[in-house]
């Protein structure tokens, strides 16, 4: 599709906060000399459905779901991508040929970031969560070939379906721990993912697990991006682990993001560089 207009996509989300995806994509869309504009809007989950319609009534080209909008915007899309269908939430909409196509770039951002230090094939995994981020992530660590996942949830039922979807649907080796003081990571564990909120927004929180005992083979991976260097990878980097933070899954995600919608790969070290600036890291 061209258009003599300015092209726009969007991120949907409640609340979202200042936004660094918004001034990350921004800078890569000049980068590339694209003429593209990148909204971020606060739509309540009962506008939604209307914020989805809008989105074609308003020539959109598509657009991110945050929080907490990522499984409710299934059921909008005409048509799921396989990993989107398997993860069940969408974080990111293309809007072609006038059909709304769900997609899932979580776990293929947290993924590729991970493969850039190490290969997730036949390790051992625990996941800390089992929300929209653990189930992305748990999706494409098994699909990447991963030997075992532990997921660890406060809550039973929820930790429970990401261990079934995994056993069922992707067949790999996962069990439960109901994470209810602080998880003990036993010696067989290579990667430890922290895939839950704690730490949005909050430097000194405490994730509980017991890091004392964290041996330094492990790496440890937090999803949280804001801010780039939680409490919990910092106590991780004190025990000689390597630390793999929330900014590299951003910013390969959003790469992912920016080519759905423009076909056009971005050059990701512009992407990074912004989160950084954006950050003043
Ligand atoms: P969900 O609301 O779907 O899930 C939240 C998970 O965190 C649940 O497993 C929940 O457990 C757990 N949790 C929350 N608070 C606590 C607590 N105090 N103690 C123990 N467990 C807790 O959220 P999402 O999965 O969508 O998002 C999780 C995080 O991932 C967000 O902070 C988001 O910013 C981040 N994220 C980062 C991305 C990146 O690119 N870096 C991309 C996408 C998300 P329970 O089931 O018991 O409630």
């Not at 000049?30 to 009962?46: C, H, M, Q």
């Not at 914020?51 to 009534?57: D, I, P, S, T, Y």
């Not at 660890?152 to 439960?176: E, F, I, P, Y």
Request: proline share 4%; glycine share 8%.
């Amino acid at each position: 599709m061209t258009s003599s207009l300015q092209d726009i996509v969007c991120c949907m989300g409640q609340p979202l906060g200042s936004n660094p995806t918004q001034y990350m994509m921004e800078k890569a869309f000049i980068a590339a000399n694209l003429d593209w504009r990148y909204l971020t809007l606060e739509v309540s989950p009962e506008n939604l459905p209307a914020a989805v319609v809008g989105m074609k009534a308003m020539g959109f080209r598509g657009g991110n779901f945050a929080s907490p909008h990522q499984v409710a915007v299934v059921d909008y899309v005409d048509r799921l991508t396989e990993s989107a269908e398997l993860i069940g939430a969408v974080n990111c909409v293309h809007i072609a040929d006038d059909n709304y196509v769900g997609e899932n770039t979580d776990g293929k951002g947290f993924l590729q970031a991970l493969q850039e230090i190490s290969d997730p094939a036949d390790k051992k995994v625990v996941i800390l969560g089992a929300g929209g981020t653990a189930r992305a992530i748990g999706v494409e660590l098994a699909l990447a070939g991963v030997r075992e996942i532990v997921v660890a949830n406060r809550s039973t039922d929820r930790g429970q379906a990401l261990v079934d979807l995994l056993q069922s649907r992707v067949k790999v080796a996962a069990s439960l721990v109901e994470w209810k003081n602080d998880f003990v990571v036993d010696e067989e564990t290579d990667l430890l993912v922290q895939a839950t909120a704690i730490g949005l927004r909050d430097a000194r929180a405490a994730v509980p697990v017991d890091t004392e005992l964290l041996s330094d083979r492990l790496i440890v991976a937090d999803v949280i991006h804001n801010p780039p260097r939680t409490k919990f990878l910092r106590e991780a980097a004190k025990r000689g682990c390597t630390v793999l933070d929330g900014v590299a899954m951003l910013v390969n995600q959003a790469a992912r993001d920016f080519s759905i919608w423009t076909g056009i790969e971005p050059d990701k070290s512009i992407m990074r560089e912004s989160v950084e600036e954006f950050f003043e890291l």
